[in-house]
């Protein structure tokens, strides 16, 4: 079985990820991708995304890859600590995730973030297959936090080196290591 026959669930940060973010590219790439889709992409809360996750999940009957950038893999973690993973979720690519214990740039400030529900971070190892893939200059994580995090998900772990938050701000529109990431999860 290869990529092909699986879905690839796009779980985008905040704000969603526009037309030349390599989530997007991904998803107009691969005809078997369903993107999460979030009532308020601004101000997002733990409760709202990881509900809108599960129902997006819950709709899909293939075997299925997550996809999360930022936000998105906030989401995956906080959902997987939460829901029963079902059995079709057979692997999760987390890209840039974000250190919401933090004051972060852009962010409200920490307690309403904790407020929002988005911390502590969930420390579990995860269900299924999956990879963290990280820069070392992101605004949003450490690269120690990041590889912490990966530790404590039981996950494979990808330092890329100085690239920013891993979108397309920082040229991650195009991405041509990104299928070898994905397969990687089902090898």
Not at 69 to 74: D, I, Q, T
Not at 102 to 113: K, T
Not at 123 to 138: C, F, I, Q, Y
Request: aromatic fraction near 8%; include cysteine.
């Amino acid at each position: 079985m290869g990529l092909d026959d699986h879905v690839l669930l796009i779980a985008p940060g905040q704000g969603n990820s526009g037309p030349r973010h390599w989530q997007t590219l991904l998803e107009r790439a691969h005809p078997k991708s369903v993107r999460v889709e979030q009532k308020i992409w601004k101000a997002p809360t733990r409760r709202l995304w990881t509900a809108a996750l599960d129902r997006t999940v819950r709709s899909v009957a293939a075997p299925t890859i997550l996809v999360g950038h930022s936000a998105g893999v906030s989401t995956i973690v906080q959902w997987a600590a939460r829901y029963p993973s079902p059995p079709h979720v057979v692997g999760a690519l987390l890209v840039a995730p974000p250190d919401m214990e933090v004051s972060l740039p852009g962010f409200p400030p920490a307690w309403i973030v904790r407020l929002a529900g988005w911390a502590p971070i969930p420390r579990v190892k995860l269900p299924w297959k999956t990879l963290v893939v990280a820069s070392e200059n992101d605004p949003y994580c450490a690269i120690d936090r990041a590889r912490a995090f990966a530790a404590a998900w039981g996950a494979g772990f990808r330092d890329i080196g100085p690239a920013g938050h891993i979108n397309s701000a920082a040229g991650f529109g195009p991405w041509p290591e990104l299928p070898a990431l994905l397969a990687s999860l089902i090898a």
